[in-house]
């Protein structure tokens, strides 16, 4: 495995003042006990609540924190004891803050990037050619980082965060705040560039768009517990959600009763029923033009935000105070 995590803890010490003088120490288990390999190539999606953990495992990944409790290796180095050796080996954005310097041109900045990693020129350059033509960065070059607009500095950093050719990307938030083409651009590159150069990805969002164009595999978290880790058709399973079935009648009838389907509503002669999506439709479909006036129906899938809030629900994953916030 290209990552390995095994029982991965991260405690915090907050202390909080209680009354005048006194002050409380409160321990926040940031992530607690997480277990998951990624190979090589994969694209993972990393998905779960506001304070759940996501930010903080990305930050242990890449050494910028030390672990509580648990093993880490990625490329078989560990993060927090040999940072400066992984950083060859791996890119980071944050979505919420750069990483490029402020008041440079985005050139300058990648001239830093150029000999900070001491990549040969001829890499250097076929890589930024590449990213500046599928990032369409042309035209921002010279301009200061803080004259780009949210999506436009985004995709500088993306491009920086990839200039010394990372076995791995981590990507926190990648599209946070973007418009919609700018998203699909994002998505579009990554794609390519997993494909291209089988660059890992893991990808933590909020945009679970972002998620089903990219990810064949998704882990949730939730109170720094791993939740789920598979496919995106088995979270439908787990968060058994359902696909409805609207069914159009000849005329207003009793609710529909047959089996495998469950009546949810019926306006006038349209009635909803609903079904588990890991079910086939058909049966139900021909039950119900068996025993009943149908004139015309339609299968709705269930969409992942519904599974997702479901699965949170069914484990009382609430956000967490947003006194506790600290990113
Ligand atoms: N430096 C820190 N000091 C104290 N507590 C922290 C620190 N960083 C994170 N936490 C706490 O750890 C928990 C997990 O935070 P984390 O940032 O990993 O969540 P997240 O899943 O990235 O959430 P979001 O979706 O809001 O970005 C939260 O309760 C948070 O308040
Ligand atoms: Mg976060």
């Known amino acids: 495995m290209f990552i390995e995590v095994e029982a991965l803890e991260k405690t915090f010490t907050i202390r909080k003042r209680a009354g005048l003088l006194r002050r409380e120490k409160r321990e926040v288990r940031a992530v607690d006990g997480i277990s998951f390999g990624i190979g090589k190539g994969e694209m993972v999606g990393y998905i779960g609540p506001n304070g759940a953990g996501k930010s903080t495992t990305i930050k242990m990944l890449t050494g910028i924190l030390t672990p509580s409790g648990g093993r880490l290796r990625v490329a078989g180095i560990d993060p927090s004891r040999d940072r400066t050796r992984l950083a060859h080996r791996i890119g980071v954005v944050f979505g ?22 001491r990549i040969p020129d ?60 700018s998203k699909a651009k994002v998505r579009e590159f990554l794609r390519e560039l997993n494909a291209t150069r ?42 058994e959600s ?9 005329r207003e ?18 009635q909803w029923l609903a079904l588990p999506a890991s079910a086939s439709a058909a049966p139900v479909v021909a039950a119900v033009a068996a025993a009943y006036p149908l ?19 069914g484990t009382g ?11």
């Open 96 to 117: 919420q803050r750069t990483t490029l310097w402020w008041d440079l041109p985005l050139r300058d900045s990648y001239a830093l990037v150029h000999r900070m990693y």
């Open 242 to 250: 359902e696909r409805s079935l609207v069914v159009d009648l000849a």
């Open 198 to 239: 089988g660059t890992t990805v893991l990808l933590t969002t909020h945009d679970l768009t972002d998620i089903e164009q990219l990810c064949s595999r998704v882990m949730v978290i939730d109170h720094g517990r791993l939740m789920y880790d598979g496919g995106l058709a088995g979270l439908h399973e787990a968060g």
């Open 253 to 270: 009838t009793a609710p529909i009763e047959v089996p495998g389907a469950r009546f949810v509503r019926a306006e006038g002669p349209r």
């Open 295 to 313: 004139v015309d129906l339609s299968v709705r899938e269930p969409d992942i935000e519904s599974v997702i809030a479901k699965m949170y629900g």
């Open 122 to 181: 001829t890499r250097f350059a076929e890589n930024l050619a590449r990213c500046v033509d599928l990032l369409d960065l042309g035209e921002l070059l010279d301009v200061p980082v803080r004259q780009l607009s949210l999506g436009q500095r985004m995709r500088g950093d993306i491009a920086a965060a990839l200039l010394h050719d990372p076995d791995v990307l981590y990507l926190d938030e990648p599209t946070i705040g973007l418009d919609v083409v």
């Open 317 to 327: 994953g609430t956000p967490r105070a947003a006194g506790e916030s600290v990113r």
